[in-house]
């Protein structure tokens, strides 16, 4: 079992940034996929982010890709999401999630995710 908690999120204006932190408990965090997800008001869940077990391969939704940043350090079991220059359009609840068949590139295998952050960005 993974336990899986975020923090970070807040209400900040366009073109600044935030970095959210999602801290897992379990000794396999080290060995899985992580990933950020977001929802929006009236809109579906959709993958923003992931990163291997390493660290070493990184994927990104084409929305975010060259402002937002994840990384992972498996001393600390904490995975991150630096996202600069945020939008309006970036506004939404933000879930980590994770699982032993979770794919870093992609939305499969997802079964254990944190309560989620919110992220407001004013215009």
């Known amino acids: 079992q993974v336990q899986l908690v975020e923090s970070g999120g807040g209400l900040v204006q366009a073109g600044d940034s935030l970095r959210l932190s999602c801290a897992a408990s379990?000794?396999?965090?080290?060995?899985?996929?992580m990933g950020w997800f977001r929802q929006a008001p009236g809109k579906e869940r959709e993958f923003v982010a992931g990163?291997?077990?390493?660290?070493?391969?990184?994927y990104y939704t084409d929305s975010v890709k060259g402002r937002f940043t994840i990384s992972r350090n498996n001393a600390k079991n904490t995975v991150y999401l630096q996202m600069n220059s945020l939008k309006p359009e970036d506004t939404a609840v933000y879930y980590c999630?994770?699982?032993?068949?979770?794919?870093?590139?992609?939305?499969?295998?997802?079964?254990?995710w944190g309560q989620g952050t919110q992220v407001t960005v004013s215009s």
């Open positions: 379990g000794r396999t965090f080290s060995s899985y996929a």
């Open positions: 999630a994770t699982g032993p068949t979770a794919v870093a590139a992609g939305t499969r295998g997802y079964n254990y």
């Open positions: 990163i291997n077990w390493s660290g070493g391969s990184t």
